[in-house]
């Protein structure tokens, strides 16, 4: 039914950016709030990004915000993670995560729908 899956994800060295995609289907895309979390090895999933119904009032984690940036672009029912600056610490699974609310928020719980993730590795 519902669907979200991402791609993007690489090997790339500190300092390089990274596009990532989240493809949806199976849910009316343009009234769910979208968002980034990432997981790295032993911690615990933590947020990235979020971003209103019509790519309005972004928020970002403060350790991200200033080299990455979100964006969708409903016409093609895909969220986008667009990442600069990278840095080791960066490394992760990345997901995407879907809300059916009007309301930006910050933690999992809040998300209905969840892709399964791509992963991005820094090197320094």
């Known amino acids: 039914q519902v669907q979200l899956v991402e791609s993007g994800g690489g090997l790339v060295q500190a300092g390089d950016s990274l596009r990532l995609s989240c493809a949806a289907s199976g849910l009316t895309f343009s009234r769910h709030v979208m968002a980034w979390f990432r997981q790295a090895p032993g911690k615990e999933r933590e947020f990235v990004a979020v971003?209103?119904?019509?790519?309005?009032?972004?928020v970002y984690q403060p350790t991200v915000k200033g080299r990455f940036t979100i964006s969708r672009d409903n016409d093609k029912n895909t969220v986008y993670l667009q990442m600069t600056s990278l840095k080791p610490e960066d490394t992760a699974v990345y997901f995407c995560a879907g809300r059916n609310n009007i309301v930006r928020v910050t933690y999992p719980s809040g998300y209905d729908y969840w892709g399964q993730g791509t992963q991005v590795t820094v090197s320094s």
């Open positions: 971003v209103g119904w019509s790519g309005d009032n972004p």
